[in-house]
């Protein structure tokens, strides 16, 4: 089994930054990607961030590309989201996922709660 435990969400200003991290634990091997996604109240959840759990490759939607960054430190099997210039549109549950196919993802987390006021 795979755990994800995300950490970092917070109530924040518009302008501001916050990090989040997932930790992975339990069978870490064969990973392929890891991801982020969120979901805000009322609409679908939605594709954030991914990043190659080995190797070059991190791909990003256009709606945070620039703003945001996904890096990974595989010796603590964690992944971060760096978010900056936060928008209140930015407000959402952001959840970490992995996959060890590399197109579906097959362990989520438990999300976390982002708050982005104006």
């Known amino acids: 089994q795979v755990q994800l435990v995300e950490s970092g969400g917070g109530l924040v200003q518009a302008g501001d930054s916050l990090r989040l991290s997932c930790a992975a634990s339990?069978?870490?091997?064969?990973?392929?990607?890891m991801g982020w996604f969120r979901q805000a109240p009322g609409k679908e959840r939605e594709f954030v961030a991914s990043?190659?759990?080995?190797?070059?490759?991190?791909y990003y939607a256009d709606s945070v590309k620039g703003r945001f960054t996904i890096s990974r430190d595989n010796a603590k099997n964690t992944v971060y989201l760096q978010m900056n210039s936060l928008k209140p549109e930015d407000t959402a549950v952001y959840y970490c996922?992995?996959?060890?196919?590399?197109?579906?993802?097959?362990?989520w987390g438990q999300g976390t709660q982002v708050t982005v006021s104006s």
């Open positions: 996922a992995q996959s060890r196919t590399g197109y579906e993802y097959d362990y």
């Open positions: 339990g069978r870490t091997f064969s990973v392929i990607l």
């Open positions: 990043i190659r759990w080995t190797g070059d490759g991190t």
